[in-house]
Each structure stands twice: as structure tokens, then as C-alpha cells.
């Protein structure tokens, strides 16, 4: 039922999207049990239940969180903050396959999520300000330089999505960049400063977009 409802919540949401509808409603909150939350809903899929394995459990993400105490209060619209963060989770999962070895201890198919504050020129307006990132890291074969702007047009799709078959519409990075920027934050890919894969990070102003 949770998956349905997430489903339902997703479509409509997408359906608000393609018609330049979306509307946000920021308010004060915490930024890592929004995380959590998130991350929590996404383990859900790889749930075993009642004892009889889901197809998925057999391969689900080794999902890692990190949230250090203390972090400012942003405003966030907690739904359209879910979904960029399911939208980028279930991108890791669905590209992000590691391609070699993975970090000693992990599952065989690890994914980062990562909180961080930091002061950066960044945002719509181009302010320098104190940010509060989530980064979300995956092990897989990455990005090109040249590909970590284009995917976030709608509609575009990276030619290893089309090679490999991956179902979906283009529309999952478009819908985090225009609801970080209705959040008056921003979102970009970089390679990791280490080891394989693509790193997403989000920013959200401290104290929100004023």
C-alpha cells in the first residue's frame, strides 16, 4: 500500500509538473529527519514481508546515511522535498550499478546519502551564503563532463539510459531543479573526489529563500 500510495503521489505530482502547476509551501523544518524519512520510504521497496523475499530484496541498494547533529532549520515543502530525493535515490538504482569492486563492508550495491553544510556562491541569485547540501552517491560507471548539465532538461535522456534499456521519461532531474529553485535552492552533478560513480547535490539556503 505505501508503494501505491507513493505511485499515486508521484504521478499527480508529475501530472502538476508538465503543466507548469506545481505550487510549494515551505516551512520551517528539519532537514535531516526529512532525509531520514526519505531514505526510510525507499528501503520500504527491498522490504521482506511476511517472511516471503519481494524479487527486489535480493538485489536492494546498501543504502548509508550520514547526518551530522546540530544542522540550521531550512524551510522546506516536505512532499516536493520527498520526491527529489526518491527521484535521485531511484536514479542510483537504476544507474548507478556499480561497474568493479565496491567499498569493503558494503553490499554490492552501495548508495551515499550524505548532509553537509557549507558557504558557496550558489542558488538562483547567484548569493554567497551558507548552504545546507544533501548529496546523494552512487559507485556506478557516472557521468561525462558534458552530460552533468544536460540531464536536468526535461525530457533528456543520457544515451547509456537509452542503450541499457531503463524504463522512464526524462522528467526526474527536471522535477529536483525546479522544485530545489522553488526552495530557492540549486542541485548539480559532479564526479565524486573518489572512486567510480555520480554525485547529486542539493542545496537549500539556511533560513530559507529570502
Known sequence: SERLAQLTERVLFLFRFGQDAVQYHPG???????????????????????????DAATDAPDVQVEIPPGLPVVQLDRAAFSQVLLNLLDNAAKYGRPVGAVPEGRGKFPIDITVSCMRRRAGPLRMRRDWVCVTVRDYGP?????????????????????NANVSGLGLGLSVCRHALRGHGGWIEATAPESGPGTAFTCGLPVGGSG
Open 28 to 54: 520551517p523544518s528539519d532537514l535531516g529527519e526529512a532525509v531520514r524519512l526519505a531514505a526510510e520510504s525507499f528501503r520500504a521497496r527491498y522490504t521482506v514481508i511476511a517472511g516471503v523475499p519481494d
Open 142 to 162: 557516472g557521468l561525462a563532463a558534458d552530460l552533468r548539465k544536460r540531464v536536468f532538461r526535461r525530457y533528456y535522456r543520457a544515451p547509456g539510459a537509452q
